[in-house]
């Protein structure tokens, strides 16, 4: 099975600003919605770097490209969450933006502006970002451009270039179904670890049963983590799932970014040299963490460890 090894954590995905709306009542339309409202830092591949660094992980950085309007602000809450940045500043496009509307009971919708986020380029890579580092991962939504996919290729081939393990969440069923399913499995190909939703996994599999999606999907990608929600996660290798973990007990608040969470977490064990099922385990606790707080990031200036011992 494949293992994530010593090393540094390389992030390179998106950084954005987002606007979280929750509101209480159903959304009223063409008048008004009560709603408190915050601007937050977020991203799927920067949540998922602070997520690590949350869980443990010593030295976790993030290549991703933002608009100047925000540049600042955003380098130093990756900074403060223990994350090393390695922000691309665009001086033509801000930085990208997402209003999450958030219900009653905590699931929200998303409405995205990429803004600088898939301008990231191949002129923005360096093979010395991956000096000393023990595994790459990639924000599926570098994916959705021809840009940033470019630059995502060539990270992913330079980190198999050398040995390291390479992970893939897949980011939005969504921006996947209007991108081709084909198209994106070929942009992903060579990834040793998938980190899909249920719902990005029943898309990329075409089959709606969890345990048969991740297993399915474990015959091209060496493992296969999928999260389902309130279901915990799916655990499948070579075509057949190896583990089913159970979720934490948690009262959703906000469910925007406890993927990202479970990433992080999944990722900052792996590297501590806990097997998937461990890792797993320890990402649906960050999960289930993530759900009680607003947006997508853990709180500052409070840094956990794994608590299980490798291998149990």
Not at 187 to 197: F, Y
Not at 225 to 252: F, I, M, R, W
């Amino acid at each position: 099975m494949t293992g994530v090894g010593s090393g540094a954590l390389l992030v390179v995905g998106d950084v954005v600003t987002d606007v979280v709306a929750r509101h209480r009542t159903p959304l009223a339309p063409m008048t008004d919605t009560a709603a408190r409202i915050s601007t937050l830092p977020g991203g799927a591949g920067a949540n998922a770097a602070c997520w690590a660094a949350h869980s443990g992980a010593r030295d976790v950085r993030i290549l991703a490209r933002v608009g100047a309007d925000a540049a600042e602000g955003h380098e130093r809450a990756l900074r403060a969450a223990g994350v090393r940045p390695y922000l691309v500043v665009d001086p033509e496009v801000p930085t990208g933006t997402v209003v999450c509307l958030v219900g009653a009971d905590g699931e929200r919708t998303f409405l995205t502006d990429s803004g600088a986020v898939l301008r990231l380029s191949t002129a923005d890579w360096s093979d010395d970002l991956l000096a000393g580092v023990g595994h790459l991962h990639v924000s599926g939504y570098l994916l959705f451009a021809d840009a940033s996919r470019a630059l995502a290729r060539l990270a992913m081939e330079a980190a198999r270039a050398r040995s390291v393990p390479v992970s893939v969440d897949p980011a939005s069923a969504g921006f996947i179904a209007r991108f081709g399913v084909d198209r994106f499995l070929a942009a992903v190909a060579g990834a040793d670890v998938l980190l899909p939703s249920h719902d990005e996994a029943a898309l990329l599999s075409g089959l709606a049963e969890p345990a048969d999606a991740a297993a399915a999907l474990s015959r091209r990608f060496p493992l296969v983590v999928s999260t389902q929600g309130s279901g915990g996660a799916v655990v499948a290798a070579s075509g057949a799932v190896v583990a089913k973990v159970p979720a934490e007990p948690a009262t959703p608040v906000d469910t925007t970014g406890a993927g990202d969470a479970f990433t992080g977490a999944f990722l900052a064990a792996r590297l501590s040299g806990h097997d998937p099922a461990a890792a797993a385990r320890q990402g649906c606790r960050a999960g289930a963490e993530a759900v009680t707080l607003i947006g997508g990031r853990p709180r500052a200036g409070s840094v956990k460890h794994c608590q299980e011992s490798p291998g149990s």
